[in-house]
């Protein structure tokens, strides 16, 4: 049983390359190389300049950043940082390709983008001492990205830019990550202007997918037995799968792949173009360990933003000096915070983020999407994402600059 479940999550994740609709409509200006490109090649295609940083965490994780320089600057802003969702990459933002893009919207607002790439990710797979294929590089959960990745990021862009704070935007995961590093790590929040989370991913126990409460089921016995064949990444990026997942959704299974990845994050079949998601095949998945989707689930199950459990009392007595697993506190991120949320998003309910809201000490912004069937992927795919989302974004963004 456990095999096949495995595989059906991982169809239903790639197969994303036929979850749109039948016909090609996007308005986005990109063409099927584009899946085949890293991230860098799409930046540089399009015109804009793109470097490449490596920067070190505490606990010796070699990350991958890459730097989008400002266009057409009238006058010195602060730079933005840019975080993914889970089992992506920076990709997320630039994917869509020039003029509908966010990292390229802001740098032609005069921005300094810096695009982060967790651990574990596609391009982030180095340690000083581990190798990747080790049981030791794979021992992290969203918890170590956010209390060593995010200020390792943020740290080498404001010393970087010689600035003593940045603007913050976050999806999913990304704008879930950073609400540890408020939490646990002090003054962190005087480093951020402000933090634009779309879809924050804290709370997600109102999950209306079916398949992701049987996930949830089935995690544990699903990961001892991939660890018990020494498998400890899951759903990784690999050269060609681009291809892989074209040939592993044909045509004629196009309704099962829809109505599958539908359940997972919600439908909204006009927004979601075949030729999008077919070209984002090239980035997504890019990686995430085991422990991480483990962790995922006890939140999902338990409704409850804390660390990991180990499920054994002495264990947690070991590692947090307490058999009660410490639960985040929101009430340290004092930062402000603008949300943004979907009605018809099964990933990151609405009324999860809502709740969200009500815990943190500084919200100053609270945006429902106008489409109220805008979904979990539609944040980074959908085709009138930019007139929907991010023109609000970028407006904020700059109010907030203007401070």
């Given at each position: 049983?456990?095999?096949?479940?495995?595989?059906?999550?991982?169809?239903?994740?790639?197969?994303?390359?036929?979850?749109?609709?039948?016909?090609?409509?996007?308005?986005?200006?990109?063409?099927?190389?584009?899946?085949?490109?890293?991230?860098?090649?799409?930046?540089?295609?399009?015109?804009?300049?793109?470097?490449?940083?490596?920067?070190?965490?505490?606990?010796?994780?070699?990350?991958?950043?890459?730097?989008?320089?400002?266009?057409?600057?009238?006058?010195?802003?602060?730079?933005?940082?840019?975080?993914?969702?889970?089992?992506?990459?920076?990709?997320?933002?630039?994917?869509?390709?020039?003029?509908?893009?966010?990292?390229?919207?802001?740098?032609?607002?005069?921005?300094?983008?810096?695009?982060?790439?967790?651990?574990?990710?596609?391009?982030?797979?180095?340690?000083?001492?581990?190798?990747?294929?080790?049981?030791?590089?794979?021992?992290?959960?969203?918890?170590?990205?956010?209390?060593?990745?995010?200020?390792?990021?943020?740290?080498?862009?404001?010393?970087?830019?010689?600035?003593?704070?940045?603007?913050?935007?976050?999806?999913?995961?990304?704008?879930?990550?950073?609400?540890?590093?408020?939490?646990?790590?002090?003054?962190?929040?005087?480093?951020?202007?402000?933090?634009?989370?779309?879809?924050?991913?804290?709370?997600?126990?109102?999950?209306?997918?079916?398949f992701v409460k049987l996930l949830v089921s089935v995690i544990q016995q699903l990961a001892d037995a991939l660890n018990s064949v020494q498998m400890y990444e899951f759903l990784p990026y690999f050269e060609k799968q681009y291809f892989f997942y074209q040939w592993l959704c044909p045509a004629p299974a196009q309704t099962f792949c829809r109505a599958l990845i539908y359940?997972?994050?919600?439908?909204?079949?006009?927004?979601?173009?075949?030729?999008?998601?077919?070209?984002?095949?090239?980035?997504?998945?890019?990686?995430?360990?085991?422990?991480?989707?483990?962790?995922?689930?006890?939140?999902?199950?338990?409704?409850?933003?804390?660390?990991?459990?180990?499920?054994?009392?002495?264990?947690?007595?070991?590692?947090?000096?307490?058999?009660?697993?410490?639960?985040?506190?929101?009430?340290?991120?004092?930062?402000?915070?603008?949300?943004?949320?979907?009605?018809?998003?099964?990933?990151?309910?609405?009324?999860?983020?809502?709740?969200?809201?009500?815990?943190?000490?500084?919200?100053?912004?609270?945006?429902?999407?106008?489409?109220?069937?805008?979904?979990?992927?539609?944040?980074?795919?959908?085709?009138?994402?930019?007139?929907?989302?991010?023109?609000?974004?970028?407006?904020?963004?700059?109010?907030?600059?203007?401070?």
């Open positions: 049983m456990i095999p096949i479940i495995y595989l059906t999550l991982f169809c239903s994740v790639v197969t994303f390359v036929l979850g749109g609709s039948s016909n090609s409509s996007t308005p986005f200006l990109f063409g099927e190389e584009d899946g085949l490109l890293t991230v860098p090649q799409l930046i540089r295609k399009y015109g804009y300049e793109v470097e490449e940083h490596l920067v070190r965490t505490e606990d010796g994780y070699l990350l991958t950043m890459f730097r989008i320089p400002a266009r057409r600057r009238k006058r010195r802003k602060h730079p933005v940082f840019m975080m993914h969702s889970l089992f992506s990459s920076s990709a997320d933002y630039v994917a869509i390709g020039r003029k509908h893009g966010l990292a390229y919207l802001l740098a032609d607002r005069g921005y300094d983008v810096w695009l982060g790439n967790a651990r574990g990710t596609r391009y982030s797979r180095s340690h000083e001492r581990y190798s990747v294929s080790s049981l030791q590089f794979w021992d992290f959960t969203f918890h170590e990205i956010g209390f060593y990745d995010i200020p390792a990021f943020v740290d080498y862009v404001l010393e970087h830019t010689g600035t003593r704070r940045l603007h913050y935007v976050g999806f999913s995961q990304g704008a879930m990550t950073i609400f540890i590093a408020l939490s646990d790590r002090s003054g962190f929040s005087d480093k951020i202007v402000e933090l634009q989370a779309l879809s924050p991913a804290v709370y997600m126990y109102r999950s209306l997918s079916v359940d997972v994050v919600g439908a909204n079949p006009s927004q979601l173009d075949v030729k999008t998601v077919r070209i984002f095949l090239g980035h997504f998945p890019a990686g995430a360990s085991v422990k991480q989707v483990q962790h995922y689930a006890q939140i999902i199950r338990n409704g409850i933003f804390r660390q990991f459990d180990y499920g054994d009392a002495g264990t947690n007595l070991q590692r947090y000096g307490s058999v009660q697993v410490p639960r985040y506190n929101l009430s340290r991120a004092t930062v402000p915070v603008r949300t943004y949320f979907g009605y018809n998003d099964h990933v990151v309910n609405y009324l999860n983020v809502l709740q969200l809201e009500q815990e943190l000490p500084n919200v100053v912004g609270s945006f429902p999407v106008s489409d109220k069937r805008f979904s979990h992927v539609d944040f980074i795919l959908a085709n009138s994402v930019k007139e929907v989302l991010y023109d609000e974004v970028i407006k904020n963004v700059e109010k907030a600059e203007a401070v």
